[in-house]
């Protein structure tokens, strides 16, 4: 069945370095991704989506790669600060065939070492 | 404030009573929907609306009822509480069923069943 997944559930950085937080999908006829950034206490918060035409898009500070010959996709978080530890969910927003829903991967928690 | 608003933010339960989470937005948005989170994983979808009237079932909904009489308003009813519910509950609606972009979540509502 469906299914979105992360490669690993945490990672620690230092303040200023790149972060690269993977996701596996499983769904291939999966045409819209959302990245969300959850702190402690908190809902989840949008960062940047990307639709399957593209392979990929850039907001501030972060950037988000869609390889879809593999179903795989990457949040990048360039100089990572304090303030980008949380949780990072990725999110498979299914086709029209599948129904009107958000699956979520597990999430990665996001550890910034000053 | 514009956004979701979940009341109780906070609830403990016994096992076999009923109660209703609420959720509220003032947004005008179509789309609304609850999730759960339990410790360690992502969250998943219990019920999702797509309009006044109009309510499906998501990934987890035994043991909840929704209805969405106005726009504005999604409770979730826990009708009769057992302790495999005892997690976080995060409302979240959007302006369109086609891009999440817009999609905003509630801060939660913790719940315990004793």
């Known amino acids: 069945g469906e299914s979105v997944g992360l490669h690993l559930p945490t990672l620690s950085v230092q303040e200023g370095d790149n972060s690269i937080i993977n996701c596996a999908y499983s769904?291939?006829?999966?045409?819209?991704f959302i990245w969300y950034k959850q702190e402690s206490g908190k809902g989840p918060q949008f960062i940047i989506d990307?639709?399957?035409?593209?392979d990929k898009r850039q907001g501030q500070r972060v950037t988000v790669l869609l390889n879809k010959t593999v179903k795989h996709l990457s949040l990048q978080i360039a100089a990572t600060q304090p303030g980008d530890s949380a949780v990072y969910f990725c999110?498979?927003?299914?086709?029209?065939?599948?129904?009107?829903?958000?699956?979520f991967g597990e999430g990665t928690q996001l550890t910034v070492n000053p | 404030n514009a956004g979701v608003t979940q009341t109780p933010k906070f609830q403990v339960l016994k096992t076999g009573q009923s109660m209703t989470l609420q959720c509220a937005q003032d947004?005008?948005?179509?789309?609304m929907s609850w999730y759960r989170q339990d410790p360690g994983m992502g969250l998943r979808l219990i019920h999702y609306?797509?309009?006044?009237?109009?309510?499906d079932q998501g990934e987890v909904p035994n043991g909840y009822n929704v209805s969405r009489s106005t726009t504005e308003d999604f409770p979730l009813r826990l009708l009769s509480a057992a302790p495999s519910q005892t997690s976080v509950y995060f409302c979240?609606?959007?302006?369109?069923?086609?891009?999440?972009?817009?999609?905003?979540f509630g801060s939660g509502t913790r719940l315990t069943v004793v």
């Open positions: 979240a609606s959007s302006y369109s069923t086609e891009t999440h972009y817009g999609y905003t």
């Open positions: 769904n291939s006829a999966s045409d819209y």
């Open positions: 990307i639709r399957s035409n593209m």
């Open positions: 999110a498979d927003w299914g086709s029209q065939t599948s129904g009107s829903r958000l699956t």
């Open positions: 947004m005008n948005h179509e789309y």
């Open positions: 609306s797509v309009g006044a009237g109009i309510t």
